[in-house]
């Protein structure tokens, strides 16, 4: 049975008025209302449907509709196939619809901000502060802190639709020092004998915070306008446990790219096979086109569900820290 971590159900936000809008403005929303796991899904449709593709290609979102499905006895959210599938069949989430440091979340910016010479300098100046796949993460985590407090962003509905609430169920995101950390922590010890988990989510912890000291102190000093424009307190607004959750949430919704790592919001709705074997499509970055193309690899029915492998072999503990679920099936790490 598939299971995020105490089988809570979260709720995000995401645009209230996105039904007078066509898909190319779906990052530009200002007025934003609280909708159930089932309906953020559906953004995750327009969304990749927003993105560029050619005539010759097919988007994804129109062979995939967001359905739930019976594993162990409980219903979970996940992808489905919207007509029979051949093997063999490709389609692609085109390059509007995936996020990316290198050249998607500076084209959003630029062109939502208008312009502002000194913002377009400091957006152009984002490679110069970027030196590994860690800082790009990091700077991406940032950014999506920054524009997830403004009424209007063209990231907002990244961070809201897929990213919000993806942390809770890590345990590297629980503060030890707070209350709700500190319960959490006792739950898991003391229901599962999951103290080695903690250990490994404390590591973790450790490894951000080493990320946070690395390159929070350089951004804030080098992209003033951007991240502390409008009276932001940064001490407030950037604190190493906000930081946390969203670095988190980024890494379990990240996909490899040849690069530094991307999130493809069609991509977060295919959910790991849950006997842990083969699943019935494949993901893979397509450089030429920018997107990520989707290749069946068997006869798919209509209405069954859609699923792709999260890695080979994949193990518990590994499965809550980056994912934040694990299934019954699932053997412990070794």
Not at 140 to 154: D, H, Y
Not at 164 to 189: I, K, M, T, V, Y
Request: net charge negative.
């Amino acid at each position: 049975m598939r299971r995020l971590w105490q089988g809570l159900a979260f709720l995000v936000l995401v645009a209230a008025d996105e039904q007078c809008q066509d898909d190319s403005s779906l990052d530009l929303h200002s007025t934003w209302e609280t909708l159930d796991n089932f309906k953020r899904a559906e953004l995750y449709l327009q969304s990749a449907a927003a993105g560029t593709l050619g005539e010759e290609l097919t988007s994804c979102a129109k062979l995939i509709e967001v359905d739930t499905f019976d594993e162990g006895g409980s219903r979970i959210r996940g992808a489905a196939a919207a007509t029979d599938l051949s093997p063999s069949v490709v389609c692609t989430i085109g390059e509007g619809a995936v996020l990316d440091m290198s050249v998607g979340v500076r084209r959003m910016l630029s062109q939502s901000l208008g312009d502002q010479p000194e913002l377009s300098r400091e957006i152009a100046s984002f490679e110069s502060l970027v030196l590994n796949p860690s800082e790009e993460r990091s700077l991406l985590t940032l950014i999506l802190m920054r524009e997830a407090g403004r009424q209007r962003s063209p990231l907002m509905p990244y961070f809201r639709a897929f990213l919000e609430g993806a942390h809770e169920h890590n345990p590297a995101s629980w503060d030890p020092a707070s209350a709700d950390g500190a319960a959490r922590r006792r739950a898991l010890a003391e229901q599962t004998g999951g103290h080695a988990l903690l250990k490994g989510g404390d590591m973790l912890r450790s490894a951000v915070a080493d990320f946070y000291a690395a390159l929070v102190p350089r951004a804030l000093a080098e992209l003033p306008l951007l991240l502390l424009g409008d009276g932001v307190d940064a001490a407030e607004y950037y604190s190493l446990q906000r930081f946390t959750e969203v670095w988190l949430s980024i890494r379990s919704r990240s996909f490899d790219d040849g690069n530094f790592g991307v999130i493809v919001p069609l991509a977060c709705l295919l959910n790991h096979p849950s006997d842990n074997g083969d699943s019935n499509v494949v993901l893979s970055y397509s450089a030429q086109r920018r997107g990520f193309d989707m290749t069946v690899t068997r006869p798919i029915k209509r209405g069954e569900q859609l699923t792709n492998s999260y890695g080979a072999g994949l193990c518990r503990e590994r499965a809550l820290l980056v994912y934040g679920f694990v299934t019954d099936i699932m053997p412990p790490c070794s």
